[in-house]
């Protein structure tokens, strides 16, 4: 079986990749009259070969996003230990049966979108002695193909979660249709979250985080623009 390795363009420069997006993620908030500290760049390191995500990590970058509970135990839970101020965020779909393991490997989990999966974490919570900061993630295209609260029904879920099972949510989470405009759906994201009281908007990915930050963003995720394509 050839090496996994074997399609990956070992030239690639992750640690130059990711000096260059803190650039651009500076100019952005300065053309927005923003403070760049306040734009936390999330490293989308899933489905990556640690040999793309060492030089990020050694450049300094300490908070990452992972789709799938078990890829990021499998990368991450032995080297938590050995990597002071390490921040996972699970910023893919969570199933009810993993989330004691989301609870005690994240330090955000960034798609909670349904009240099953509030009473999933609160239990696990309680068991794990912990809780992760919380994103819900907006379907802001209403496409049946992703997960997501629907627009019209976020202000009832955020009162659910908030009054019937006690959370408190930072902010919101979106992911924009594919070749649609993203300005009008962070726009939306951001109308929401601040009618709802909340200052965290997880939205921006590698061909519109610009855009993002310009709408608002208080986080960007990362992939392409940082690793390059996955081998």
């Not at 999330?42 to 996003?65: D, M, N």
């Not at 969570?94 to 979108?113: C, S």
Request: hydrophobic share 45%.
């Amino acid at each position: 079986m050839p090496s996994p390795l074997a399609s990956l363009d070992l030239s690639f420069d992750s640690g130059a990749a990711r000096a260059e997006v803190l650039s651009r993620i500076a100019a952005a908030a300065r053309a927005a009259g923003r403070d760049a500290a306040d734009v936390t760049l999330t490293a989308v390191s899933k489905q990556q070969a640690w040999e793309r995500i060492a030089p990020v990590l050694a450049a300094g970058q300490r908070v990452f996003g992972e789709n799938r509970v078990q890829e990021a135990e499998e990368r991450w839970a032995a080297r938590k230990a050995e990597t002071p101020g390490l921040e996972l965020r699970l910023i893919g779909p969570l199933q009810t049966n993993k989330a004691r393991e989301a609870v005690a490997l994240f330090e955000v989990i960034e798609t909670l979108d349904r009240e099953r999966l509030a009473e999933a974490l609160v239990k696990a919570a309680d068991k794990e002695g912990r809780l992760p900061r919380l994103y819900v993630q907006v379907n802001t295209g209403e496409e049946p193909q992703k997960a997501g609260i629907a627009p019209l029904e976020a202000d009832a879920f955020l009162e659910a979660v908030r009054e019937r099972h006690g959370l408190e949510i930072e902010g919101l989470m979106c992911i924009p249709p594919e070749g649609e405009a993203p300005g009008p759906h962070f726009a939306l994201l951001a109308r929401i979250a601040a009618r709802n009281g909340l200052t965290g908007l997880s939205m921006g990915m590698s061909a519109d985080f610009e855009t993002a930050i310009r709408f608002g963003a208080t986080s960007v995720r990362v992939g392409s623009a940082l690793f390059g394509g996955r081998a």
